[in-house]
């Protein structure tokens, strides 16, 4: 993929800048091509910071929910949840079953067998997905010397519902998806009258009913999907979840947790002054978005009962370098991009990412913090 990359940029600008170069700003050219695609897209390299934070709790978890695994040759199962289309999850699964050998190998010899699970909605860009799968298995094969077996599946389906067969996982990660919720929720009309005016999500200008309303569908949602992957893990298994979390334990207190989207609600506000929308599609419209506090996670997964904490720890990223608001923007963007399409159309995706660029520099310029909170936990199921 990467060498494709390479050769369709490469063949566009000999096309039309050949008769424009010596030979000496081409070959800068061509350095500064390779340079740019061997980077990770812009969107993915937040992301990939944030898989790499928690890296370590992630290999140890991992390592400690294969380490029974004891039939020879004996199948580890794991999966990766809300995995999206990039190469961050491959980079994941990679360390995880490396990880996995290594201490395989130091206990009995023989290698386990390996059954990859990709899980995502059915929206996600699977195709892409798939075209990185026979390096990577060809990478691990390499460094295994042939003795290693690994198989990879995709699962399209929401992680709201059932996704695998009972006690068939050892180990499950999911990174930077759960603050996603199954829905917006219920109850943001008073009188069929929007009642988030303003605000695309709970926010410290929201009416205090507004986050206990997004409360509870991340109650109902979160403990949901610990049912769920009870069900679907062996006892034993583990999950490392990290997500998008809050700082301040207290809902209803007046701060701005997540200045990315306060952003995307001021640069709303601009396109409606801009009459590049109406303000009425503007009032009706909210993210499935909630980001929970560690109080929060703690309680729900005590209240759900299926599994016990091994690890949680709360992380910030502050971002402050020149360049993270267009970086920060980008992100953002592929992350909102098919929700805001659904709700106003495709038009006003380039003008209003503009404007929340030049909202994030402005931020940033006064000094304001635009960053945010990563929460991560490692939980193993408990017997019943
Ligand atoms: C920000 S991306 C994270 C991608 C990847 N895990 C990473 O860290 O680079 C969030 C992903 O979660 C997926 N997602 C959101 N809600 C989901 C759901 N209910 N079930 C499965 N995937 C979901 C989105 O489609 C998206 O691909």
Not at 29 to 56: A, H, R, T
Not at 306 to 321: A, E, L, N, V
């Amino acid at each position: 993929m990467l060498t494709t990359r390479v050769l369709r940029s490469l063949q566009y600008f000999c096309n039309y800048f050949e008769p424009h170069i010596n030979s000496i700003s081409f070959f800068c050219l061509v350095f500064f091509l390779f340079v740019y695609c061997c980077m990770p897209p812009f969107s993915q390299m937040f992301q990939k910071e944030v898989i790499e934070s928690v890296m370590d709790i992630t290999l140890s978890s991992a390592v400690e929910a294969c380490a029974d695994v004891e039939t020879v040759p004996a199948t580890v199962s794991v999966a990766d949840l809300g995995c999206c289309s990039g190469p961050n999850t491959l980079f994941v699964v990679e360390n995880v079953i490396r990880a996995v050998c290594e201490r395989r190998r130091e206990a009995v010899r023989q290698l386990p067998e390996f059954m990859v699970f990709l899980n995502d909605l059915p929206s996600n860009d699977f195709n892409t997905l798939f075209s990185l799968v026979p390096e990577f298995v060809q990478k691990l094969k390499a460094e295994h010397d042939g003795r290693i077996m690994v198989s990879v599946a995709g699962v399209p389906g929401s992680f709201y519902g059932r996704l695998f067969p009972s006690s068939s996982l050892h180990f499950m990660t999911s990174f930077t998806s759960l603050q996603w919720l199954s829905q917006v929720p219920a109850g943001l009309l008073n009188k069929g009258e929007p009642i988030n005016k303003g605000n695309v999500y709970m926010s410290p200008a929201s009416p205090p009913s507004v986050a206990t309303r997004y409360f509870e569908q991340f109650q109902e949602d979160f403990n949901m999907f610990l049912r769920l992957r009870s069900q679907e893990l062996v006892v034993g298994g583990r999950m490392v979840l990290s997500m998008l979390g809050r700082r301040s334990h207290d809902i209803h207190k007046k701060i701005n947790e997540f200045p990315l989207f306060e952003a995307l609600s001021k640069s709303l506000s601009i396109s409606v002054s801009e009459k590049l929308v109406a303000e009425e599609k503007v009032a009706s419209f909210n993210f499935p978005l909630y980001t929970p506090s560690t109080q929060e996670l703690e309680d729900q997964v005590y209240r759900e009962g299926s599994f016990t904490i091994d690890y949680m720890k709360q992380y910030y990223h502050d971002w402050m370098f020149e360049n993270a608001p267009n970086m920060l923007s980008k992100t953002c963007r592929a992350a909102t991009e098919s929700l805001i399409c659904h709700h106003f159309g495709e038009e006003i995706i380039e003008p209003l990412f503009k404007t929340h660029t030049r909202v994030l520099y402005e931020r940033l310029v006064e000094g304001e913090d635009i960053g945010w909170c990563q929460i991560t936990v490692a939980l193993c199921k408990s017997a019943a």
